[in-house]
Nanobody, 121 residues
Framework: QLQLVESGGGKAQPGGSLTLSCVAS????????MVWYRQAPGKQRELVAS???????NYAESVKGRFTISRDFAKNYIYLEMSSLEHEDTAAYYC???????????????WGQGTQVSVSS
């Protein structure tokens, strides 16, 4: 029905950079939000960054100024450029798409399989 496939995870040193990609295919609603979440071992899943439109972007405080989310609306790709990586960025990163129906209002979540990011020296 709808698939999300992430790529680009891996290992990096503190201060290094990585870029994650996610492509969505299938039944994508005309109103939707694409989001990157992450989950570190023993912690709850947290929102990293979201993008609904070219200027509708949000970041978690912990990644502001270091991570950049972008989106190719025509091809349904989102990217997460991560720089100045810290040990605390180590986590499984998940791509999420929220299909939004306006009337009646509903939100349906779809998830990718996750990609691991490990930051260590």
């Amino acid at each position: 029905q709808l698939q999300l496939v992430e790529s680009g995870g891996g290992k990096a040193q503190p201060g290094g950079s990585l870029t994650l990609s996610c492509v969505a295919s299938g039944n994508i609603a005309s109103i939707n939000i694409m989001v990157w979440y992450r989950q570190a071992p023993g912690k709850q899943r947290e929102l990293v960054a979201s993008i609904a439109g070219p200027k509708i972007i949000n970041y978690a405080e912990s990644v502001k100024g270091r991570f950049t989310i972008s989106r190719d609306f025509a091809k349904n790709y989102i990217y997460l450029e991560m720089s100045s990586l810290e040990h605390e960025d180590t986590a499984a990163y998940y791509c999420n798409l929220k299909n939004i129906q306006s009337s009646p209002y509903s939100v349906r979540d779809y998830w990718g399989q996750g990609t691991q990011v490990s930051v260590s020296s």
